[in-house]
Each structure stands twice: as structure tokens, then as C-alpha cells.
């Protein structure tokens, strides 16, 4: 599975992105994907998860309200819909694939990364 990120930018706070990741492979439909970001220096934190299969779909809490996951099974894409930007959010974000249809939420959950694509939110 070859995963590949788009969407970031810079962006001021309060505005909003949308994430894209095409993924490869014809098992999309029946994995789990997630979203990670990771500050320089820090570890990968969770952002969002979707199952497999028409799976369900989890937030993290700074995520809530704001964030959206979401997929396109026809297309192989992963999305993230952010809206309400913080200058906290400024990371790097990265998509990962499960070899499961039952979502994650931690970083060792998933078996395949993206190269990530970095979102900046100004003040």
C-alpha cells in the first residue's frame, strides 16, 4: 500500500483545509485509515480515524467539532476536512492505513504512512 498525502498549506487562523490521501492497493475499501500530525520534536498524535467497510469513524478531542474524516472508496482517497484552524494545529500531518477494517487510535495500530504534508496556521 503506497500512501500519498496533499492539501496542506498556510492557512490563518480560522480558516480551513481539506487533506487528500490517494492510496494504492485494491484492499482500500476493507482497511481502516487514520490521520496523525506530529510537531517537530514530539511524537505523532492521533487526529481522526474511519473503518473499513463503511466503518465507523472517531475524533480525537482537539479534533471534535472542527475536523472531519472522511473516504471515497471509488477514488482510493482518504479526506480531512479542517475547519476553525488554531495556530496549535500547525503540524505535520499524516495518513495511515490499517491491514484491518477496524479503526485505530494509536500509532502502532497501523502497518502503512504517508510522507505526511505540513499544515502551518498563522496568529
Known amino acids: 500500500v503506497h500512501l500519498v498525502e496533499s492539501g496542506g498549506g498556510l492557512v490563518q487562523a480560522g480558516g480551513s483545509l481539506t487533506l487528500s490521501c490517494v492510496a494504492s492497493g485494491r484492499m482500500f475499501s476493507s482497511y481502516a485509515m487514520g490521520w496523525f500530525r506530529q510537531e517537530p520534536g514530539k511524537g505523532r498524535e492521533f487526529v481522526a480515524a474511519?473503518?473499513?467497510?463503511?466503518?465507523?469513524?472517531y475524533h480525537a478531542e482537539p479534533a471534535l467539532g472542527r475536523f472531519t474524516i472522511s473516504r471515497d472508496y471509488g477514488a482510493n482517497t482518504l479526506y480531512l476536512q479542517m475547519n476553525s484552524l488554531r495556530p496549535e494545529d500547525t503540524a505535520k500531518y499524516y495518513c495511515?492505513?490499517?491491514?484491518?477494517?477496524?479503526?485505530?487510535?494509536?500509532?502502532?495500530?497501523?502497518?502503512?504512512w504517508g510522507q505526511g504534508t505540513q499544515v502551518t496556521v498563522s496568529s
Open positions: 495511515a492505513a490499517r491491514v484491518s477494517s477496524v479503526l485505530g487510535a494509536m500509532e502502532s495500530d497501523y502497518d502503512y
Open positions: 474511519i473503518g473499513g467497510r463503511g466503518g465507523r469513524t
